[in-house]
């Protein structure tokens, strides 16, 4: 899966500068391709939020029973606490379970991608890059932002998690920067940084100590923002 021609010594030198690096065309072509077609058309994704400090996951079958009273409180409870800058409110589908079509060889697939980021190979390629040498496992999620959907600012540093790196694939071919969704950094007092698109099959790769988020999806995007999105992990799973 992974790209053998990727240049891992002028990737290890952008990663030290700053603890982040952008791997353009991490998986080969065929890879990356089968991915964002079965990702996009044959993933069953819940809707993910916190609501007064509770994370809470809606299967779509559950979004689409709520009544419109139900639907404008669930609403207005996630924009009152983003308006706080707290929340996020997006779409995904966690890898390690079993999956929901055993028999669908689509599905059965994109949970390979799984035990591939598990695999020595890629630990070993993250740990070049990045110079940590602890690694021991990796967990994923493919997520599905759409209008209205965000990640509020924060860090991904939970030390009961053991958590080193965070990373994000993208998925989605021709996004449009003012479509939202970008990657943004900011400094540890909030000041704003810089943000980066996404690219399709490329892989950002940041140390978790970096405050970050997933700006505001726009009502006039023309397609979801996909992409496989977690931790590398200094213990296993």
């Given at each position: 899966m992974l790209n053998p021609d990727l240049d891992r010594a002028a990737l290890?030198?952008?990663?030290?500068?700053?603890?982040?690096?952008?791997?353009?065309?991490?998986?080969?072509?065929e890879v990356a391709d089968r991915i964002q077609d079965y990702c996009s058309n044959h993933l069953q994704y819940d809707y993910l939020t916190n609501i007064d400090g509770k994370n809470v996951v809606l299967t779509a079958a559950e979004m689409k029973n709520l009544n419109q009273q139900q639907l404008t409180e669930l609403q207005q409870s996630?924009?009152?606490?983003?308006?706080?800058?707290?929340?996020?409110?997006y779409c995904g589908y966690k890898m390690g379970r079993e999956a929901d079509d055993p028999a669908d060889e689509r599905v059965r697939y994109l949970h390979s991608v799984f035990d591939f980021l598990n695999s020595d190979e890629m630990l070993s390629f993250i740990a070049e890059i990045s110079g940590c040498n602890d690694l021991k496992s990796a967990d994923a999620q493919y997520t599905r932002y759409g209008a209205g959907q965000f990640l509020t600012r924060h860090i991904d540093d939970e030390t009961s998690d053991m958590r080193r790196l965070a990373y994000v694939i993208s998925f989605t071919k021709g996004w449009h920067p003012d479509w939202g969704g970008l990657l943004q950094f900011f400094e540890d007092d909030g000041t704003p940084r810089d943000a980066w698109a996404p690219v399709f099959?490329?892989?950002t790769l940041f140390d978790v100590r970096h405050v970050h988020a997933v700006t505001f999806i726009a009502p006039f995007l023309k397609r979801p923002r996909l992409s496989l999105t977690g931790w590398f992990r200094a213990t296993a799973l």
């Amino acid at each position: 899966m992974l790209n053998p021609d990727l240049d891992r010594a002028a990737l290890a030198k952008q990663y030290a500068v700053d603890g982040r690096v952008r791997v353009e065309n991490i998986l080969t072509a065929e890879v990356a391709d089968r991915i964002q077609d079965y990702c996009s058309n044959h993933l069953q994704y819940d809707y993910l939020t916190n609501i007064d400090g509770k994370n809470v996951v809606l299967t779509a079958a559950e979004m689409k029973n709520l009544n419109q009273q139900q639907l404008t409180e669930l609403q207005q409870s996630i924009m009152a606490q983003a308006a706080e800058g707290i929340g996020f409110f997006y779409c995904g589908y966690k890898m390690g379970r079993e999956a929901d079509d055993p028999a669908d060889e689509r599905v059965r697939y994109l949970h390979s991608v799984f035990d591939f980021l598990n695999s020595d190979e890629m630990l070993s390629f993250i740990a070049e890059i990045s110079g940590c040498n602890d690694l021991k496992s990796a967990d994923a999620q493919y997520t599905r932002y759409g209008a209205g959907q965000f990640l509020t600012r924060h860090i991904d540093d939970e030390t009961s998690d053991m958590r080193r790196l965070a990373y994000v694939i993208s998925f989605t071919k021709g996004w449009h920067p003012d479509w939202g969704g970008l990657l943004q950094f900011f400094e540890d007092d909030g000041t704003p940084r810089d943000a980066w698109a996404p690219v399709f099959n490329s892989m950002t790769l940041f140390d978790v100590r970096h405050v970050h988020a997933v700006t505001f999806i726009a009502p006039f995007l023309k397609r979801p923002r996909l992409s496989l999105t977690g931790w590398f992990r200094a213990t296993a799973l």
